[in-house]
């Protein structure tokens, strides 16, 4: 409560103040008491009443309605009771029969069909509802009937003004209830138009702060609308006339000049409304406050509002009415003061102030509660309200004053202290129903509020030994709502055992709530609350499940695919055992409908062939019955873009041109780049070039063109993912002719003949001639000479200039020309006549220093003159005569090699020969054209060396306890073998054990090693020995074996060749013969490929015979792989060799999977190898473990792709070519829709059974439907198809089509000209003409649906019965009879 100073205050209220502080200070109040809504305790629980309904204070009535309702509703236990009072005086609803109260209701019902008038029941009403614990009031209603009263009859003389003056014309509307609304209107009903000269006022008046004459009418009439009563009141009309000094012409009038130049004297600023200087103002609190400024005067004053001491509140004025009304909603005190308007014009300006008083009717401050106690317990009610003036407040018991009740011994519990009333100790009996009213002048607030003694035993409120199961680490809050009164007391108990639960993990609410802060596994068990107060207690059990919680633990991922690729979402769950959960998967927070495409398993989503409706925000949703998870992820579907559209050009100039487009969707990936094409319709018509790219940011492009072409246009748009397709062509533009710009390319002269030169040039393109009847200049003249040039205009791309002498220099130069003039000269080129066969030969030809595979060769040059054309090189050609090896037989295929050099004693070395060979050469000197006579031949043999490594190594095992080593003879000995050399030693882990050595004979190749323990690995190292020292070394590794020890029982053993093991699993590629040998050394300018070597023989085995085949799935990996057999005299252990094979591509428009296999480890990298066909580009890259997907290929285009290992480049598979697909047209096949397939089924079986029934009638000899039925149905299943007779069975061929004549299809028809004819019989019931054709059988429906001489009765069947008309010589031959199916009923209606 607040304090209250001063000493003015220290009279009886002062006192009563202190006397409730001190109150306060000493006395502890009892929280109140809040009743539960549970339908057992409100049954039982006694209330005093309660308004909960009536009708407004001020209620208005219309006098048309036949009943007046008056509500008043209230609730209370007992049910209350109603009663009236009408102006202060009880109301006796009996006596009068015209009224009458709701059941279970205060609602007054005055009816008026029988006769009388609302009018005579308007006054002041007030409700009261009472039970045994007290009265509560309603509000004070004053019904009040609308009022619509008619306009005053009057004549109104006609209203003359001035031109220029101001003028007020007066409505006056009639009083009514509500106030009517005002407008202004002339005869035709169209309203008066209103503007900154001409407007109405608050009070309805018309106002002209100037008349024109343009105003002078007979029909300005004001308008009254009654909107309660819908009706509208009309006064009778105004007739202006506006008198002027000067004649006006209507001609003349203007906006700016509405006096048509007719002198009109102007007139300073006056108020027309309100008048003088100054006015008030009183607005009550939370009303509407309009203020309002009406001036005259010519010109047409302005207004404008301002607020002294301040400024206008912006956010709650408004401005109406031309400015000339200031509003504003909701008024509060801070918006009372002085406003000012000002109008003004060019003449002078006015003030006027007007005082704002805002005033309020009582409003609350603290407005008084239902108050609920148990006996002995404190309590008060407060009652706040204030106004302007301060309101007064009264408080009132049951309806009647407080002051004025009887002393009862309740009341010495009771004390009122102004605004305050409290209550000390109550008891049963007390209760009651408190009123306060809160009143000023300006109206009242009046409030029920009730208190209520109430004492009850505890009861508890919730379900009985409810299960409750919550997540582990989670709040936990155990509810165990209860009442009673007094209010009480709760404690928890877990298992019955123990004190109460309160403090550490546990905290007990004051509304029966236990929580458990972090609830864990051995928090689980059986909860027990307990209320006691002094009238008994009561208890109840919850039991409490701690469970895991559910999770994502791999949630799905935001992606980017492409068009028609495969996108999938991953959504791994974990959750208690016990708990079942379901996963639901939604897309922008719609569930989806998981139908034929999408495809949903445990932990996934997967989306086939995605499409731009799939883009889109995914969440996967698992769901226990106590908890759920969630997780999103974007998907975003990339495409090419789509084409631009509105191409334009525009700034057309000679060699130039702008164009302008409108970019299409991007389809979520920028576009990068544009391709502008074009096509001409001269040279290359149809065909589209590319012109420019520019940037994916730019849309208007300068292009630079060619002269003398008629283009036309396209753009492309480029992202990331690819091409769009071309946009439409754009209007084609043509260039003008000029002379050429460019010079011919690649001039040069060369001699095609001794005595010749040919002048030849590249021909400029199309794009470059610029202009018709395109010619050449051609000039030439021997360098050095001082001859005057030589010219000649030719179309063609060659001149030849005859009888030259042999090889002499000339300067050549040449032009482009068309009919609009020559373009620029080339630079001067030096060219060549005709070369002839050099006349000398090199001699003293020989050589020195020839080692093993060089030798140093030395020649006596030739004059250059000799040359007789370019000196291009001496050329040695040389050959490997034979091999000084016995039996190794060579290839003699010459090799050359050249030396460039002028030097007086030239000299060059012979690399790359074969050791211990014997050789021949010559040499001969070249030109461009011609060859020289050869020099003398020289013979000689290389040295001695090192042999090759032996031609294979092979390690084979005829016992669990031997090694039997096996190996062939180099294929280049390079000298004389004198032996073989074998070293190995043992393998233990990355540790070798000490090295062995064994020699062997040359004529030995194999060797038997006994091992010491049958899991020992050895490593050897094999090589030749010629007498210059050891050759290269083979070197292998025996592998180790998992299944050694069950080595002696296999049984089922394949041998393998050395043919079959050596290409598969040899570690090293084999040698190739001695007859394959490459040539030593490749010639300079004329390089000779080696030939293709032919495959090497397989050395001699013995014969086997191949029975049973077992195989074992190995992984790729280094180990070697053992292959047995059904033998076991051997076994063969072998490296495999790395493979890549079955390379498989399935394309689609965009991309293409591809897959391969491959024997190398499971960590391998992979390089894709892609060739466009149409330009050769060539694209590589990265990849790991097949599948793969590639991307960004071109639609309809044709590839190459291979597959290679990124770690051995030389192990690649085959090259495949693949054609990718024509674009993607998002199309819908209406066969494959749901609906399409459902519509034929239900018509499909709609026709089945209308056959049926037609069977049926026609088999019992019925009646048939109707005639409408066989003029429309059979018309179209018979007439239409009477020519092609069905088989019982229709043959379909895979093309679609039918054949209806013998059941076959068409193309099998084609095939099977001379098929029998017992297939091209006629249908049975149908008759064959003399001429071949079959005829309408006579039992046919048509006749009678098409016919019209068929007859029927008027329900629309046929007056004689139809049957069925038989052979007899039929009808015997076939037991059944004919229509005894459904199909058959088809052959019978055909």
Request: glycine content about 6%; some cysteine; charged content about 25%.
């Given at each position: 409560?607040r304090?209250?100073?001063?000493?003015?205050?220290?009279g009886?209220?002062?006192?009563a103040?202190l006397?409730?502080?001190?109150?306060?200070?000493?006395w502890?109040?009892?929280?109140?008491?809040?009743?539960p809504?549970?339908?057992?305790?409100q049954?039982?629980l006694?209330?005093p009443?309660?308004?909960?309904?009536?009708?407004?204070?001020?209620?208005?009535?219309?006098?048309?309605?036949?009943?007046?309702?008056?509500e008043?509703?209230?609730?209370?236990?007992?049910v209350?009771?109603?009663?009236?009072?009408?102006?202060?005086?009880?109301?006796?609803?009996?006596?009068?029969?015209?009224?009458?109260?709701?059941?279970?209701?205060?609602?007054?019902?005055?009816?008026?069909r029988?006769?009388?008038?609302?009018?005579?029941y308007?006054?002041?009403?007030?409700?009261?509802?009472?039970?045994?614990?007290?009265?509560?009031?309603?509000?004070?209603?004053?019904?009040?009937?609308?009022?619509?009263?008619l306009?005053?009859?009057?004549v109104?003389a006609p209203?003359p003004?001035?031109?220029g003056?101001?003028?007020?014309?007066?409505c006056?509307?009639?009083?009514?209830l509500?106030?009517?609304?005002i407008f202004?209107?002339?005869s035709n009903?169209?309203?008066?138009?209103?503007?900154r000269?001409?407007?109405?006022g608050?009070?309805g008046?018309?106002?002209f702060?100037?008349v024109?004459?343009?105003?002078?009418?007979?029909d300005?009439?004001?308008n009254?609308?009654f909107?309660?009563?819908?009706?509208?009141?009309q006064?009778?009309?105004?007739?202006l006339?506006?008198?002027?000094?000067?004649?006006?012409?209507?001609?003349?009038?203007?906006?700016?000049d509405?006096?048509?130049?007719?002198?009109v004297?102007?007139?300073?600023?006056?108020?027309?409304?309100?008048?003088?200087?100054g006015s008030?103002?009183?607005?009550?609190?939370?009303?509407?406050?309009?203020?309002e400024?009406?001036?005259?005067?010519l010109?047409?004053?302005?207004?404008?509002?301002?607020?002294?001491?301040?400024?206008?509140?912006?956010?709650k004025?408004?401005?109406?009415?031309?400015?000339?009304?200031?509003?504003?909603?909701?008024?509060?005190?801070?918006?009372?003061?002085?406003y000012?308007?000002?109008a003004?014009?060019?003449?002078?300006?006015?003030r006027?102030?007007?005082?704002?008083?805002?005033?309020?009717?009582?409003y609350w401050?603290?407005?008084?509660?239902?108050?609920v106690?148990?006996?002995?317990?404190n309590?008060?009610?407060?009652?706040?309200?204030?106004?302007?003036?301060?309101?007064?407040?009264?408080?009132?018991?049951n309806?009647?004053?407080?002051n004025?009740?009887?002393?009862t011994?309740?009341?010495?519990?009771?004390?009122?202290l102004g605004d305050?009333i409290?209550?000390?100790?109550v008891q049963?009996?007390?209760s009651?129903?408190y009123?306060?009213?809160?009143?000023?002048?300006?109206?009242?607030?009046?409030?029920?509020?009730f208190?209520?003694?109430?004492?009850?035993?505890?009861?508890?409120?919730?379900?009985?030994?409810?299960?409750?199961k919550?997540?582990?680490?989670?709040?936990?809050?155990?509810?165990?709502?209860?009442?009673?009164?007094?209010?009480?007391e709760?404690?928890w108990?877990?298992?019955?055992q123990?004190?109460?639960?309160?403090?550490?993990?546990?905290?007990?609410?004051?509304?029966?709530?236990?929580?458990?802060?972090?609830?864990?596994?051995?928090d689980?068990?059986?909860?027990?609350?307990?209320?006691n107060?002094?009238?008994?207690?009561?208890?109840?059990?919850v039991?409490?499940?701690v469970?895991?919680?559910?999770?994502?633990?791999q949630?799905?991922?935001?992606q980017?695919v492409?068009r028609g690729s495969?996108?999938?979402f991953h959504c791994?769950?974990?959750?208690?055992?016990?708990?079942?959960?379901?996963?639901?998967?939604?897309?922008?927070?719609?569930r989806?409908?998981?139908g034929?495409?999408?495809?949903?398993?445990?932990?996934?989503?997967?989306?086939p062939?995605?499409?731009?409706?799939?883009?889109?925000?995914y969440?996967?949703?698992?769901?226990?019955?106590?908890?759920?998870d969630?997780?999103?992820?974007?998907?975003?579907?990339?495409d090419?873009?789509?084409?631009?559209?509105d191409l334009?050009?525009?700034?057309?100039?000679?060699?130039s041109?702008?164009?302008?487009?409108?970019?299409?969707n991007?389809?979520?990936s920028?576009?990068t780049?544009?391709?502008?094409?074009?096509?001409?319709n001269?040279?290359?018509?149809?065909?589209?070039?590319d012109?420019?790219?520019?940037?994916?940011?730019?849309?208007?492009?300068?292009?630079?063109?060619?002269?003398?072409?008629?283009y036309?246009?396209?753009v492309?748009?480029?992202?990331?993912?690819?091409?769009?397709q071309?946009?439409?062509?754009?209007?084609?533009?043509k260039?003008?002719?000029?002379?050429?710009d460019?010079?011919?390319?690649?001039?040069?002269?060369?001699?095609?003949d001794?005595?010749?030169m040919?002048?030849?040039?590249?021909p400029?393109?199309?794009?470059?001639?610029?202009?018709p009847n395109?010619?050449?200049?051609?000039w030439?003249?021997?360098?050095?000479?001082?001859d005057?040039?030589?010219?000649?205009?030719?179309?063609?791309?060659?001149?030849?200039?005859r009888?030259?002498?042999?090889?002499?220099?000339?300067e050549?130069?040449?032009?482009?020309?068309?009919?609009?003039?020559?373009?620029?000269?080339s630079?001067i080129?030096?060219?060549?006549?005709?070369?002839?066969?050099?006349?000398?030969?090199?001699?003293?030809?020989?050589?020195?220093?020839?080692?093993?595979?060089?030798?140093?060769?030395h020649w006596k040059?030739?004059?250059l003159?000799s040359?007789?054309?370019?000196?291009?090189?001496?050329r040695?050609?040389y050959?490997?005569?034979?091999s000084?090896?016995?039996g190794?037989?060579?290839?003699?295929?010459?090799?050359?090699?050249?030396?460039?050099?002028?030097?007086?004693?030239?000299?060059g070395i012979?690399?790359?020969l074969?050791?211990?060979?014997k050789?021949k050469?010559?040499?001969?000197?070249?030109?461009?054209r011609?060859?020289?006579?050869?020099?003398?031949?020289?013979?000689?043999?290389?040295?001695e060396?090192?042999?090759?490594?032996?031609?294979?190594?092979?390690?084979?095992r005829?016992?669990?306890?031997?090694?039997?080593l096996?190996?062939?003879?180099?294929?280049?000995?390079?000298?004389?073998l004198?032996?073989?050399?074998?070293?190995?030693?043992?393998?233990?882990?990355s540790?070798?054990?000490?090295?062995?050595?064994?020699?062997?004979?040359?004529?030995?190749?194999?060797?038997?090693?006994?091992?010491?323990?049958?899991?020992?690995?050895?490593?050897?190292n094999?090589?030749?020995l010629?007498?210059?020292?050891?050759?290269?070394?083979?070197a292998?590794e025996?592998p180790?074996?998992t299944?050694?020890?069950?080595?002696t029982?296999?049984?089922?053993?394949?041998?393998?060749?050395?043919a079959?093991?050596?290409?598969?699993?040899?570690p090293?590629p084999t040698?190739?013969?001695?007859?394959?040998?490459?040539?030593?050394?490749?010639?300079?300018?004329?390089p000779?490929?080696p030939?293709?070597?032919?495959?090497t023989?397989?050395?001699?085995?013995p014969p086997?015979?191949?029975?049973t085949?077992?195989?074992?799935?190995?992984t790729?990996?280094?180990?070697p792989?053992?292959?047995?057999t059904?033998?076991?005299?051997?076994?063969?252990?072998?490296?495999?060799?790395r493979?890549?094979w079955?390379?498989?591509?399935?394309?689609?428009?965009?991309?293409?999977?591809v897959?391969?296999?491959h024997?190398?480890?499971a960590?391998?990298k992979?390089?894709?190898?892609?060739?466009?066909?149409?330009?050769?580009?060539v694209?590589v890259?990265?990849v790991?473990?097949?599948?793969?997907?590639?991307?960004?290929?071109?639609?309809g285009?044709?590839?190459?792709?291979?597959?290679?290992?990124?770690?051995?480049n030389?192990?690649?598979?085959?090259?495949v070519?693949?054609?990718?697909?024509?674009?993607?047209i998002d199309?819908?096949?209406?066969?494959?829709?749901?609906w399409?397939?459902?519509?034929?089924c239900?018509?499909?079986?709609?026709?089945?059974?209308?056959?049926?029934?037609?069977?049926?009638?026609r088999?019992?000899?019925?009646?048939?439907?109707?005639?409408?039925?066989?003029?429309?149905?059979?018309?179209?299943?018979?007439?239409?198809k009477?020519?092609?007779?069905l088989?019982?069975?229709?043959q379909?061929d895979?093309?679609g089509?039918?054949?209806?004549?013998?059941?076959?299809?068409?193309?099998?028809?084609?095939?099977?000209?001379?098929?029998?004819?017992?297939?091209?019989?006629?249908?049975?019931?149908?008759?064959?003409?003399?001429?071949?054709?079959v005829?309408?059988s006579?039992?046919?429906l048509?006749?009678?649906?098409?016919?019209?001489?068929g007859?029927?009765n008027e329900?629309?069947?046929?007056?004689?019965?139809?049957?069925v008309?038989?052979?007899?010589?039929?009808?015997?031959?076939?037991?059944?009879?004919e229509?005894?199916?459904?199909?058959?009923a088809?052959?019978?209606?055909?």
């Open positions: 409560m304090p209250v100073g001063g000493r003015e205050m220290l009886k209220v002062g006192h103040a006397t409730l502080l001190s109150l306060l200070l000493l502890q109040e009892a929280a109140a008491i809040e009743v809504l549970d339908p057992k305790i049954q039982d006694k209330q009443p309660t308004i909960i309904k009536q009708s407004v204070k001020d209620y208005i009535v219309d006098p048309r309605d036949n009943t007046i309702i008056i008043c509703e209230a609730k209370g236990n007992p209350p009771k109603f009663s009236w009072r009408r102006n202060g005086r009880l109301f006796t609803i009996g006596k009068d029969p015209r009224v009458t109260m709701r059941k279970r209701s205060g609602t007054l019902e005055v009816g008026f029988s006769g009388g008038r609302p009018e005579d308007e006054g002041e009403y007030q409700c009261f509802a009472s039970n045994d614990l007290g009265v509560a009031l309603s509000n004070k209603i004053l019904l009040r009937v609308s009022k619509a009263p306009w005053p009859k009057e109104l209203v003004v001035t031109e003056s101001p003028l007020v014309l007066p006056n509307p009639p009083p009514g509500p106030p009517p609304l202004w209107m002339d009903m169209t309203p008066i138009l209103q503007d000269r001409v407007s109405m608050l009070n008046d018309l106002y702060a100037n024109l004459v343009q105003d002078a009418h007979s300005y009439s004001c009254a609308r909107n309660f009563t819908y009706t509208i009141q006064k009778n009309p105004f007739n006339k506006v008198q002027t000094t000067e004649p006006y012409n209507d001609t003349s009038y203007n906006a700016s509405p006096f048509g130049g007719r002198k004297a102007e007139t300073p600023p006056s108020f027309l409304s309100p008048e003088g200087s008030s103002k009183m607005v009550l609190r939370d009303e509407q406050l309009l203020l400024c009406i001036a005259a005067g010109p047409t004053p302005s207004i404008k509002w301002f607020k002294r001491g301040g400024d206008l509140p912006a956010q004025v408004k401005f109406e009415n031309f400015n000339k009304t200031l509003k504003i909603l909701s008024v509060s005190e801070e918006d009372a003061g002085e000012v308007c000002m003004d014009n060019r003449l002078g300006s006015i006027h102030s007007i005082d704002v008083q805002v005033k309020a009717a009582p401050l603290d407005k008084p509660t239902n108050l106690l148990a006996p002995e317990e309590g008060r009610l407060v009652c706040r309200a204030n106004g302007n003036p301060k309101p007064n407040i009264q408080w009132l018991m309806g009647e004053p407080i004025k009740i009887t002393e011994p309740a009341s010495a519990n009771r004390e009122v305050t409290m209550f000390r100790g049963i009996g007390s009651a129903v009123q306060c009213n809160a009143s000023n002048q300006h109206g009242y607030l009046l409030a029920n509020a208190v209520s003694v109430l004492d009850m035993a505890p009861r508890m409120l919730g379900p009985k030994n409810q299960l409750i919550v997540i582990m680490n989670n709040r936990t809050f155990l509810n165990c709502p209860f009442f009673g009164s007094p209010l009480p709760l404690r108990f877990k298992n019955g123990g004190s109460g639960l309160d403090g550490g993990q546990y905290r007990a609410h004051i509304n029966g709530t236990l929580e458990i802060k972090r609830a864990r596994k051995e689980e068990g059986i909860y027990t609350c307990v209320a107060n002094m009238l008994g207690k009561a208890e109840n059990q039991q409490l499940e469970k895991e919680p559910t999770r994502i633990i949630a799905p991922t935001h980017s492409l495969k996108a999938s791994k769950v974990v959750s208690d055992p016990s708990l079942p959960t379901k996963v639901t998967w939604t897309k922008d927070g719609e989806l409908d998981l034929w495409r999408l495809k949903k398993d445990e932990e996934s989503l997967t989306i062939s995605v499409t731009e409706n799939d883009e889109g925000i969440t996967c949703t698992v769901k226990s019955e106590i908890d759920q969630s997780a999103s992820a974007r998907l975003t579907v990339l090419r873009p789509d084409p631009p559209i334009d050009l525009s700034d057309p100039s000679a060699r041109v702008r164009l302008t487009w409108i970019p299409g991007e389809r979520r920028p576009v780049e544009f391709l502008v094409q074009f096509e001409e001269h040279w290359e018509p149809g065909r589209w070039q012109l420019s790219s520019f940037p994916g940011d730019l849309n208007s492009v300068i292009l630079q063109l060619a002269p003398n072409v008629n036309q246009f396209r492309i748009a480029i992202n990331s993912v690819g091409r769009s071309p946009s439409q062509p754009s209007p084609r533009y260039t003008t002719a000029a002379p050429p460019a010079i011919p390319r690649d001039l040069r002269g060369w001699g095609s001794k005595d010749n040919e002048i030849t040039w590249e400029l393109r199309d794009l470059e001639k610029n202009g395109l010619q050449y200049n051609v030439w003249r021997r360098k050095d000479s001082g005057n040039w030589t010219n000649v205009t030719t179309s063609e791309s060659k001149h030849v200039v009888y030259t002498e042999t090889y002499v220099p000339y050549m130069k040449i032009q482009a020309r068309n009919e609009l003039g020559s373009g620029p000269e630079n080129v030096i060219g060549y006549s005709g070369e002839d066969k050099p006349a000398d030969s090199p001699t003293e030809l020989r050589v020195s220093k020839v080692s093993s595979t060089r030798a140093n060769i040059p030739v004059d003159s040359v007789q054309g370019e000196f291009k090189e001496y040695l050609y050959w490997r005569e034979a000084l090896v016995p190794v037989v060579v290839s003699k295929e010459k090799m050359t090699t050249g030396f460039y050099t002028t030097v007086p004693e030239p000299s012979l690399k790359d074969v050791p211990y060979s050789y050469m010559f040499m001969v000197v070249a030109n461009s011609y060859e020289s006579l050869p020099s003398n031949n020289v013979e000689f043999t290389t040295a060396d090192v042999p090759d490594a032996p031609r294979f190594f092979r390690i084979n005829r016992s669990l306890d031997t090694l039997y096996e190996w062939g003879k180099p294929l280049e000995p390079n000298g004389i004198v032996g073989y050399q074998l070293a190995y030693q043992r393998v233990n882990g540790r070798l054990g000490p090295q062995q050595i064994e020699t062997f004979r040359p004529n030995e190749t194999d060797f038997v090693l006994r091992l010491p323990d049958r899991n020992a690995r050895y490593k050897f094999l090589s030749a010629t007498k210059v020292g050891k050759g290269e070394v083979y292998e025996s180790h074996f299944n050694e020890e069950n080595f029982d296999a049984t089922d053993v394949v041998e393998l060749t050395d079959t093991l050596s290409p598969v699993f040899s090293t040698p190739l013969p001695p007859t394959t040998i490459p040539p030593t050394t490749i010639s300079i300018t004329t000779t490929p030939p293709t070597p032919p495959p023989p397989p050395p001699t085995t086997t015979t191949t029975t085949t077992t195989t074992e799935a190995t790729p990996s280094t180990v792989v053992l292959v047995t059904k033998r076991v005299d051997q076994n063969v252990l072998v490296t495999p060799r493979e890549i079955n390379l498989t591509v399935v394309p689609d428009s965009y991309y293409a999977n897959n391969w296999s024997n190398f480890p960590d391998s992979f390089v894709l190898e892609v060739t466009l066909d149409s330009n050769k580009t694209t890259e990265e790991k473990q097949p599948p793969v997907n590639l991307k960004a290929l071109i639609a285009e044709k590839y190459h792709l291979r597959v290679y290992s990124q770690e051995l030389s192990v690649s598979s085959k090259s070519t693949f054609k990718t697909k024509a674009a993607h199309q819908v096949d209406i066969a494959t829709q749901g399409f397939i459902g519509l034929m239900a018509i499909a079986l709609i026709i089945l059974i209308l056959l049926i029934v037609c069977f049926i009638k088999s019992r000899g019925g009646k048939y439907p109707s005639p409408g039925f066989l003029t429309g149905f059979t018309k179209y299943l018979v007439r239409d009477k020519d092609l007779p088989d019982p069975v229709d379909k895979q093309d089509s039918f054949d209806y004549q013998n059941g076959s299809s068409v193309r099998d028809r084609n095939e099977n000209e001379n098929s029998s004819d017992e297939d091209n019989k006629p249908l049975q019931g149908s008759q064959t003409s003399l001429d071949g054709n005829k309408e006579d039992d046919s048509v006749d009678y649906g098409e016919g019209g001489d007859q029927f329900d629309g069947s046929f007056i004689g019965q139809y049957t008309k038989k052979d007899k010589d039929e009808t015997e031959g076939n037991e059944s009879s229509a005894t199916s459904p199909v058959n088809i052959y019978s209606l055909a």
